[in-house]
């Protein structure tokens, strides 16, 4: 697009979550999933030093500063149980974290159904460390996915997966309690990040019109402005889905995925 800049990826693989004995190409069963959990989404409180983490099927959960067992903080919200826990953010001001809930019927090893279906179950909620307490801000989202916090701390930016788009719900002003569309993308989006700009780095699984043969390159992630405008593109190999984009010191850009066992480092040209 025209404005935009086409990061031409000089992936430096780096293996740093390499995990001795794990298979890249045999699957984990449902049953392997539910029992020992996949964290979805991951933020600091920098205060405190907690970890929050969105698990798929353990619910939020927090580990100290000092690390050990994380804590299960929440499992169910207005009676009902969390079945596919997946964005987080924290509110580095107040400590409130944000989080979602995917969808109420679909758990993540069934994520492609709710692609599929255009399941809009998903639910948009808040846990106060203060009180404990868990309140539903919005139900009824189209498969909600990652998250973050605009730099003035006035809305939220919400990927939804199945329908390609990021929103914007309003969490100050007269607009308090809205959600409504801040652009539409052309990839499924997954986990969203500040990108130190005022923006947001937004991981994409996979390109709408993907094919799986042709030229080994496809999008990886965007960086978007704070309105939604699109003004950096990364590409890389088809192999290759991310799940979080997380922008460092230098402008490094560290890419996570689930179905890879080492984290990917991407230096700008």
Known sequence: ASGTRDLGVALAVLLLLFMPGASAVVPASTVTESRCGRPLGLRFHHKSGYLYIADAYKGLMRVAPGGGEATVLVTEADGAPLRFTNGVDVDQVTGEVYFTDSSMKYQRSQHEIVTRTGDSTGRLMRYDPRTGK??????????????????DRTHLVISSTGPCKLLRYWTKGP??????????????PDNVSPDKRG????AIHREKTE???GVDSHLLALRITADGKIIEKMRGPKGMRPTEVV???????????VELSYVVVVTRK
Do not use: C, H, M
């Open 199 to 202: 923006g947001y780095w937004v």
């Open 247 to 257: 922008e460092r010191t230098g402008g490094r850009l560290f890419v996570g995925s």
């Open 134 to 151: 868990v309140i539903v801000l919005k139900a009824g989202i189209t498969y909600p996915n990652g998250l973050a916090i605009s730099a």
């Open 211 to 213: 094919l799986p043969f």
């Open 175 to 188: 607009k308090t309690g809205s959600i409504e569309l801040l652009t539409d993308l052309p990839g499924y």
